[in-house]
């Protein structure tokens, strides 16, 4: 999870970058934090994906069998 210091300080380089630019320094920092910040985001929408049920119109569940699967390793 990233902490709000982090996400506070991405935005902050992002918006100095399209000011006056970055030094390497900052510009490695920047490149550190967006990793996490996507690393974060991608095991958060796994997470939720795990959890989704698909129902056609009919009331069928259309969940595709690799997501299931991945549910049901979770429960146990």
Not at 4 to 22: H, P
Not at 57 to 66: H, I, R, W, Y
């Amino acid at each position: 999870m990233i902490s709000k210091e982090q996400l506070a300080r991405i935005n902050e380089l992002s918006k100095k970058s399209k000011e006056t630019g970055l030094s390497d320094a900052e510009k490695t920092e920047q490149k550190l934090l967006r990793e996490e910040y996507l690393k974060a985001f991608r095991s958060s929408m796994k997470n939720t994906l795990k959890t989704v049920k698909i129902v056609d119109p009919e009331g069928n569940d259309v969940t595709p069998e690799k997501l299931k699967r991945e549910r049901d390793q979770n429960l146990h």
